[in-house]
């Protein structure tokens, strides 16, 4: 089983920039494929960003695209996502999750495993 921890969420003003977190353990496949999603309140899970194991494909929604970047450090076992210029539009709880098929997508169901999330609030 892989274990997935968020952090780095928080309250921001729009215009500002936070940068998440993303720290798998437990039981890790050899590569794997991790990706950004965001829930806002009454809607449904949406796709943000994803990166392969080698870091050499990423993939972001159209939403995000020029304002965001997803990055991992896979000797931490980590991944993050940087996001500036946040619009209050941007609030949500980002959840990150990884999946064993190396592909940089934005399909929810490719993804295994699922962390709890962490509140990203973004104040106009």
């Known amino acids: 089983q892989v274990q997935l921890v968020e952090s780095g969420g928080g309250l921001v003003q729009a215009g500002g920039s936070l940068r998440l977190s993303c720290a798998a353990s437990?039981?890790?496949?050899?590569?794997?494929?991790m990706g950004w999603f965001r829930q806002a309140p009454g809607k449904e899970r949406e796709f943000v960003a994803a990166?392969?194991?080698?870091?050499?494909?990423?993939y972001y929604a159209d939403s995000v695209k020029g304002r965001f970047t997803i990055s991992r450090d896979n000797a931490k076992n980590t991944v993050y996502l940087r996001m500036n210029s946040l619009k209050p539009e941007d609030t949500a709880v980002y959840y990150c999750?990884?999946?064993?098929?190396?592909?940089?997508?934005?399909?929810?169901?490719?993804?295994?495993?699922w962390g709890r999330g962490t509140q990203v609030t973004v104040s106009s």
């Open positions: 999750a990884a999946a064993t098929a190396d592909i940089a997508s934005g399909s929810l169901p490719l993804y295994d495993y």
């Open positions: 437990g039981r890790t496949p050899s590569s794997y494929a």
């Open positions: 990166i392969t194991w080698s870091g050499h494909s990423t």
